[in-house]
Structures are given as C-alpha cells and as structure tokens.
C-alpha cells in the first residue's frame, strides 16, 4: 500500500504512463460537476429522485443512486421509466465536468480512457480542455451493452490515434442499456465475459496492460471480479504488470480489500486517498514533469483541490524555480499566525486560473509579498511579473501610509529591485535568504493583516 507522498511510487508510475503502458478506468467516484467540484452521484440522486417519485431523507448522507433505485422498484414502479428519466435528466442539466475530470484530461499521455459510468462528464472534459470545445469524432466514443451491437475498440492501445473513451458499463440513453444498479451491473460483467471474444482488441488491452482504477466505489467482491474479467486470470496469478486502486481513505475500505490487496496480492496497489485527491496529485506532478522537459504545458497550474483565496489572506507571487524558498516562507508566516494564501495548494486543476489569480491580488487579498530572486531579476517574461504589475496597480487606491506591497529577497540579488513594477522600487526590502522569516518580520505582517481583517478596506 503506498502513501500520497511515496516520491518512488510517484516516479514509477508517471514513467510507466509515458511509456504507454497504463490505462486509466474511471468510476462514478472520480466525477465531479461544477467549478465547485462536487461529486457527482450525489448531484445526480438529488435531481434524479423526485422526477421518479422517490423521497429522500431530510438529513443524513444522500442516498446512493443504487438505494434509490432499489426504493423506487420496491414500490412497484415500472422498471425502464429511470433510464428514461436520467436520460432526460442529463440532456436538461448538461452538467458542466469538474476540476478534477479536467485535470485528468491534461494527462495527453492517456490516450484511451475506459469509464464503468454511463454519463458524458468524461467526453466533455476532454473536448474542453484538450479539443478547445470540439466534439469528439463519433467513432472515439463507445461502448459496451449485452443488448446492444458489441462495439470494439478500432484497433489496439498502441496503434490508436487521438482520444477514445469506452463505456464499459454502457452509456446513457432512454432505454435501459447501462447500468444504473447493482443487478444491472453483476449482468453486464457476466455478459462482458462471455462476449470477449467479440471484443478482441479492448480484451487484449486489458489483459497486457496495467490498470489504473480510480473511483470505481464497487463493493470488495466487484472490485476483484471486475479485475478477474479484465486480466482474464486468477488475480493471484498475475506477475507481469501492476495494477493500481484509487479508492478512499484506508479506514473507508472494507478490510478485506486492504489485506486481499495491500497484503497477498502484491501486484496490486490500493492508493488511500480520494479519486479526486490522486488525481490532483497526478495531474499535478504530470505537469511539472513535462514542463521541465518540454514546455509543451507550462502555463497550466495545478494542485490539490481547496477552497479559493479568502478575504484578507496573504498573497505571496514567486517563481516557480523558488518554490522550496517560498514554502519555507509561507511556513514562517502562518507559525506568526498569518493567513497565507499559497497558489499551489489553493488552485483547484481546471479553474479559471488568470481570473482568480487577478481577483486574488487586485480585490482580496490584505498584503502581497514579493519574493525577488536571481531568477524574478533576471527573467524578463513571466506570470509572476503581471502578478506584481496587478499589485502595484491596487496601490493607487490605496493611502499612501498604508503598507501592502512587501518585496523579500531571498538570496543575493542586488536591492535595486530593478524587475519590480516601477512603482514600488523604492520600497524598503527586507532579506530573508531561503524564505526563513526572522527578525519580528513574521509577526509585524500578522498584526498588519489583523487589522486589516476588521478594519474595513
């Protein structure tokens, strides 16, 4: 079992994914709806259950769409009119796919996704963020349904070319050709088995290929036969390629799965931590890789999901190469009992990053440090330059005797600040080398943005 902050396991696996050798499965607990990232089977209960007359619970946990399902049959309701009315439901609401399922678009290494969700959340993802809102080509899309024609990838994983997404479990439409509960799902794997044969290429792919499953959410024993259909070989036999699990939390997991997995089955990896955690994490650590490398994508940032900039907290705009000093920075800060906001943690993947950059520094934050560095002085172009440009702009309406705009220097750069916005180069500087905060600088920024915090602006 690995943890989030395994730097081995996260260098292995982003290598075996350049390398074309992991495909991802997407389950319904890796699908988020709105810039808000909420998850989307929830969402979809909420709106699903009054339309097919089932009353949900005043307080506690939303039903699972399986339980309102089973509640609405219980009653004696005609068993196709669901599938009708989900249909419906998502052809009204055309949810708009979260952060993470864009995040998760970014990885262009991932060139074949397969999903056991019915929805086009995925599909719209995809088409947003790396087609520019095209629709994908009717022929990247399909999907597999006992009473449909058996549609089978075009050709094998490593000769595709562009983005295919296929829907294991089926895919939506007004008549009940996907899994919307358990019974329809234990049917669709049987008959899945028995039809492999017609599906020769998807077959053979998830039988040579390593698996990355995140958000399946199926019970233990659906997620081992699930795994036992798709390698086509006793899970314990399985030698030649890694399989890996994003599920939950540890304590989330039944214990038979953390010991069948985590213990005797050492090929197969189970990640506890969120869907949606991992896959910031991946998409994260994906894109710094490949901006190091090439460029291809270093204007996207990404990072673990978190709530955006509040009123009153500290902005600090730094280069990326100094990112270890402004962490230090930022620790610093807080053991001072500052609020920091840090654009790392904070920025959710795939949010309109430029525009909550700009509210961040023109409207909501209390101070701005800038961190100066060899780098900020020497580079000509960069974001952190509009950053500051941003900064010193806000100055104008604020009283000249009121501080905001903070220039740290964090090595041996010269003071002229000849970099910094013109505005603000005669502004004292203060040396912090490495971002450690000494000399009562710490505390004067607390008491500074406690003031501000209930002092109107």
Known sequence: ??????????????????????????????????DDDQPFEPWLVRKLAPKIGVELPQDGPTPTLNEIIIKYLVANGEANLPYLRLHQLLEQEKP???????????????????????????????????????????????????????????????????????????????????????????????????????????????????????????????????????????????????????????????????????????????????????????????????????????????????ERIADGDIFLSYAREDETAALQLKGGLEKAGCRVWFDRERLKPGVRWHAHLEDAVKRRCSLFVSLVSHTTETVSEAYYHLERRWAAERLDRIVEDREFYFPVIIDDSPIALAHEPRAVRQFQATCLPGGIVVNGFGEHLCALQQHRLVTPR
């Not at 396991?9 to 988020?32: C, H, M, N, Q």
């Not at 036999?237 to 038979?256: C, K, M, N, T, W």
């Open 96 to 306: 708009k796919p979260g952060p993470t399922l864009r995040a998760l678009a970014w990885i262009t290494d991932f060139r074949l996704f397969l999903t056991t969700s019915f929805d086009p959340l995925l599909q719209r993802a995809i088409e947003d963020e790396r087609l520019g809102g095209q629709p994908l080509l009717p022929e990247s899309i399909g999907a597999f349904s006992p009473k449909a024609k058996t549609v089978d990838l075009p050709s094998r994983f490593a000769e595709l070319r562009g983005t295919h997404i296929h829907h294991l479990l089926g895919r939506v439409s007004s008549q009940p050709n996907y899994v919307l509960w358990e019974e329809d799902a234990l049917e669709f794997m049987c008959e899945f088995q028995r039809r492999l044969r017609d599906i020769d290429n998807l077959a053979r792919d998830l039988h040579e290929y390593s698996l990355l499953v995140l958000g399946l959410h199926f019970s233990d024993w659906q997620a081992r036969f699930f795994l036992r259909i798709a390698k086509q070989r006793r899970l314990s036999e399985i030698r030649d390629h890694f399989q890996y699990l994003a599920e939950g939390p540890v304590d989330s997991l039944p214990p038979s799965m953390v010991l069948f997995f985590g213990g005797f089955l050492k090929t197969v990896t189970v990640i506890p931590t969120t869907p949606a955690a991992f896959i910031a994490e991946l998409a994260h650590r994906w894109v710094a890789r490949h901006s190091q490398i090439d460029g291809s994508v270093d204007k996207k940032i990404v990072a673990l999901p978190s």
């Open 1 to 34: 079992m690995h943890q989030i902050s395994d730097e081995t396991f996260w260098t292995d696996l982003l290598s075996y994914i350049e390398d074309g050798k992991v495909i991802p499965v997407i389950g319904k607990g890796a699908l988020t709806v709105g």
